[in-house]
């Protein structure tokens, strides 16, 4: 994504917890000529993740997508209030974190793009997955409403639900689920798009 994205002329901001991650990274993106920062934080920490978006500069777009604990995925049975309430922290918690950090600017210029991914079982919710089952239902729902409210400022929000793996040879290449997500950003027609 900060390949397509970069490709159109946006600069790069990437945050996560490792820094030496986000160094290959950026210095990955920065080999092939794209304008990139990179800020440390986690996700389940509000504050800290406000801080590290206040240190990229002002978001045009943001593309919230974080890595699923899998060590939370089990039945639905099995499933604890902790698994539960551990994943919304990431996924629900922190995109509303996220969102807050970067909407005044977005209001204020009355204009930008907020994209959530997630997973399959946002769509078709297995009682063998149960954390991703409701933490991603939430998410979209979350995302949908952002979408009704804010259409009206100027403000595009869309989350694209990703059925089946994302990787290299596997169902969906990085590069075109990039692609689907820069046309989510330039068409700012549905709320939500399913990649099958």
Known sequence: MARRFGAEGH???????????????????????????????????????????????????LCFSP??????????????AADLAAALELNVVGAAAAVQAVLPGMRARGRGTLLFTTGGAAVAPSHERAVSG???????????????????????????????AVGPGKAHEPAAVAEELWQCHERRGEAQVVLR
């Open 11 to 61: 600069p790069i901001g990437l945050i996560a917890r490792n820094r030496g991650r986000l160094d290959g990274l950026a210095g990955e993106l920065g080999g092939d000529g794209l304008d990139v920062r990179s800020a440390t934080a986690d996700i389940r920490e509000p504050d800290g993740l406000a801080r590290a978006i206040g240190e990229l500069g002002e978001a045009e777009v």
């Open 67 to 80: 890595l699923p604990d899998v060590s939370l995925i089990k039945p639905v049975a099995d499933t604890t």
């Open 134 to 164: 409701v933490v991603y239902g939430a998410e979209v729902v979350y995302a949908r409403m952002l979408h009704e409210a804010l259409a009206p400022e100027g403000i595009h929000v869309a989350v694209a639900t990703i059925v089946g």
